[in-house]
C-alpha cells in the first residue's frame, strides 16, 4: 500500500488559515513523547506558545503525533544520518520556531528596525551555533551579494548550515553513483539472522567465500545466498 502525503507549502512555515496547520515536526516535537528535544530545542509543550505555528489548528483528528514522532525519528536513522546530525535538525527546526517570536520595532525619527528585545533572537543564535549580536546585525541591516561573496541576511543565518545539510546527500548520491558488479553482489545471512551485502571472492564446489561491508570473509554454502542479480 502507498501512503500519500500532501505536501505543504513554504508559506505554512508562518501562516495558516482556520483549518490548517502548519509542519507537522513542529507538534510532534511538542508532544515531549521523546523528552530531550523540549530541552534540545530549547520549546515548551504548548503550541500557543508559539504563534508562527498557532493561527490555525494544532491537532488532527487522523493525526497521531507521538507516534508521528516516532516514525519521524526512525527515518532519519534509516536515511542515515548520525546522531550528532539527528540532534541538529532537531535544534534548527526549534529555531525556526523561535525565529517567528522575534519581535522588531522601528526606530525613533529612522526608517529603520531595531531588536524589540533579544530573548528569542539569543535562542536562534544558540540553537543555529551564531553570535547573536552578529545575526540581529544582518537581519536588521541586510546587504546584497557583492561578487561571489553573499553577505544577505538569508546567507548570514543560514549559509554554513546548507553546506552542512548537503552532506548526507552528497554522500547518498556518491554511493548511488558507485560501480556495481552485478556478478558478484550477493547477500550473507549473519548471526543476527540479517543479510549483509557482500561481494564473492572465490568459488571452490559448493562452496563460496565473501567479502561482506565488514571487510571480514565468510565462506558458505551456495544454498545460504541471497543474488542481487542472476549470473549470465
Not at 530573548?119 to 549580536?133: C, P, Q, W
Not at 549473519?190 to 564446489?205: P, Q, R, W
Request: proline letters at 3%.
Amino acid at each position: 500500500m502507498i501512503k500519500l502525503v500532501d505536501l505543504l507549502e513554504k508559506s505554512r512555515v508562518t501562516f495558516q488559515l482556520e483549518q490548517e496547520r502548519g509542519y507537522h515536526i513542529f507538534y510532534q516535537m511538542m508532544t515531549a513523547h521523546i523528552p530531550e528535544l523540549i530541552e534540545l530545542a530549547l520549546l515548551t509543550t504548548n503550541p500557543y506558545d508559539f504563534p508562527m505555528c498557532s493561527m490555525g489548528k494544532i491537532t488532527v483528528a487522523s493525526i497521531d503525533d507521538k507516534l508521528e514522532l516516532e516514525a519521524t525519528d526512525n527515518a532519519i536513522d534509516i536515511l542515515g544520518f548520525t546522531n550528532e546530525e539527528k540532534m541538529s535538525i532537531y535544534r534548527m527546526t526549534g529555531a525556526v520556531l523561535h525565529h517567528g517570536n522575534m519581535k522588531f520595532k522601528q526606530k525613533q525619527r529612522e526608517e529603520q528596525a531595531e531588536p524589540d528585545g533579544t530573548e528569542d533572537a539569543d535562542k536562534v543564535a544558540y540553537l543555529l551555533g551564531l553570535n547573536s549580536a552578529d545575526m540581529l546585525k544582518a537581519l536588521c541591516y541586510p546587504r546584497t551579494s557583492a561578487g561571489t561573496m553573499s553577505t544577505d541576511a538569508e546567507m548570514a543565518t543560514y549559509g554554513q548550515a546548507a553546506i552542512y545539510l548537503r552532506k548526507p546527500e552528497r554522500e547518498r548520491i556518491e554511493a548511488q553513483s558507485a560501480p556495481f558488479d552485478g556478478k558478484s553482489a550477493c547477500y550473507v545471512a549473519d548471526v543476527k539472522e540479517l543479510y549483509l551485502k557482500g561481494s564473492i571472492l572465490k568459488k571452490d564446489g559448493d562452496k563460496v567465500t565473501v567479502k561482506v561491508l565488514t571487510t571480514q570473509e565468510v565462506c558458505i554454502t551456495k544454498s545460504e545466498l541471497k543474488w542481487e542479480a542472476r549470473e549470465n
